[in-house]
């Protein structure tokens, strides 16, 4: 609990922002005063804000924490009359935005980190044996398959994201699995003994379609969100307050 309290992700909002926003404006000064051309200094500073984002709870408040620092820059820089920035450096921040969440991934979740006490109680309802491969759908930057690891020592762990600087930072903290960047929607499900989600609702009902390639015997779980048109082989409520629903192929439709 101690180590919640101490994520920035946890505090009480906006305090997540606006220690993103001193940090970026920080290293934004910092760089001008040591002779950094300014284009540099903003694409350094607004990288800061873009890792921050990763705090924010809801896709608002991530855009508010990544766009924070770009945006009080160039508020300042308008009542100033001053302009010590190229115009093309105001697209830096947008790029890294996007490459973060890319726009034909909007529909589904952009970042909701897995809660690391999230899965432990799932091996009681889905029993896997050693070797099991384990696909995190969307994983984001890791969180999921460190949560999936405790869980399951002994499986095989896949994760799939479709942002590539999630994809890096994700590898990056869970080396012992495989990850690679793709379109979950279009990857194959059926090799898989388990596919964890952790999308939202708009996403559930192609994750419904989805389920339906899985080999017999194959868990499908998602961690807050039902997949209201298939009948649940369990459920349960994590220590958090979040719901974990678990299905398995062949999957019984409602």
Same mark, same amino acid.
């Given at each position: 609990?101690?180590?919640?309290?101490?994520?920035?992700?946890?505090?009480?909002?906006?305090?997540?922002?606006?220690?993103?926003?001193?940090?970026?404006?920080?290293?934004?000064?910092?760089?001008?005063?040591?002779?950094?051309?300014?284009?540099? &200094? !903003?694409?350094? @500073?607004?990288?800061?804000? *873009?890792?921050?984002? $990763?705090?924010?709870?809801?896709?608002? #408040?991530? %855009?508010?924490?990544?766009?924070?620092?770009?945006?009080?820059?160039?508020?300042?820089?308008?009542?100033?009359?001053?302009?010590?920035?190229?115009?093309?450096?105001?697209?830096?921040?947008?790029?890294?935005?996007?490459?973060?969440?890319?726009?034909?991934?909007?529909?589904?979740?952009?970042?909701?980190?897995?809660?690391?006490?999230?899965?432990?109680?799932?091996?009681?309802?889905?029993?896997?044996?050693?070797?099991?491969?384990?696909?995190?759908?969307?994983?984001?930057?890791?969180?999921?398959?460190? &949560? !999936?690891?405790? @869980?399951?020592?002994?499986? *095989?762990?896949?994760? $799939?994201?479709?942002?590539?600087?999630? #994809?890096? %930072?994700?590898?990056?903290?869970?080396?012992?699995?495989?990850?690679?960047?793709?379109?979950?929607?279009?990857?194959?499900?059926?090799?898989?003994?388990?596919?964890?989600?952790?999308?939202?609702?708009?996403?559930?009902?192609?994750?419904?379609?989805?389920?339906?390639?899985?080999?017999?015997?194959?868990?499908?779980?998602?961690?807050?969100?039902?997949?209201?048109?298939?009948?649940?082989?369990?459920?349960?409520?994590?220590?958090?307050?979040?719901?974990?629903?678990?299905?398995?192929?062949?999957?019984?439709? !409602?």
């Amino acid at each position: 609990m101690a180590r919640a309290k101490l994520w920035p992700g946890h505090w009480q909002w906006p305090l997540p922002a606006v220690l993103a926003w001193a940090l970026a404006w920080f290293l934004f000064k910092a760089m001008a005063s040591h002779g950094f051309a300014a284009g540099v &200094a !903003l694409g350094a @500073a607004s990288a800061v804000g *873009v890792a921050c984002s $990763l705090w924010g709870e809801t896709w608002w #408040r991530r %855009l508010l924490i990544g766009a924070g620092f770009p945006l009080s820059l160039a508020i300042l820089l308008t009542s100033s009359g001053a302009s010590a920035v190229p115009p093309w450096a105001w697209l830096v921040p947008l790029v890294l935005l996007l490459l973060v969440y890319p726009i034909n991934a909007w529909r589904d979740a952009p970042v909701f980190p897995t809660p690391a006490d999230a899965l432990l109680e799932l091996p009681r309802h889905a029993a896997l044996p050693a070797g099991a491969l384990i696909l995190d759908a969307g994983c984001g930057a890791g969180h999921g398959l460190q &949560a !999936l690891r405790t @869980a399951y020592p002994d499986a *095989v762990l896949h994760g $799939l994201e479709w942002s590539w600087p999630l #994809r890096w %930072l994700s590898a990056m903290r869970c080396p012992w699995a495989r990850v690679r960047r793709g379109n979950i929607w279009l990857a194959d499900w059926s090799d898989y003994d388990m596919v964890y989600l952790f999308q939202r609702p708009e996403s559930m009902t192609r994750a419904e379609l989805k389920a339906r390639e899985m080999k017999e015997g194959a868990w499908l779980v998602s961690l807050d969100f039902e997949a209201t048109d298939l009948r649940a082989t369990a459920r349960y409520r994590t220590p958090g307050g979040k719901m974990v629903w678990v299905y398995r192929a062949p999957m019984v439709v !409602l």
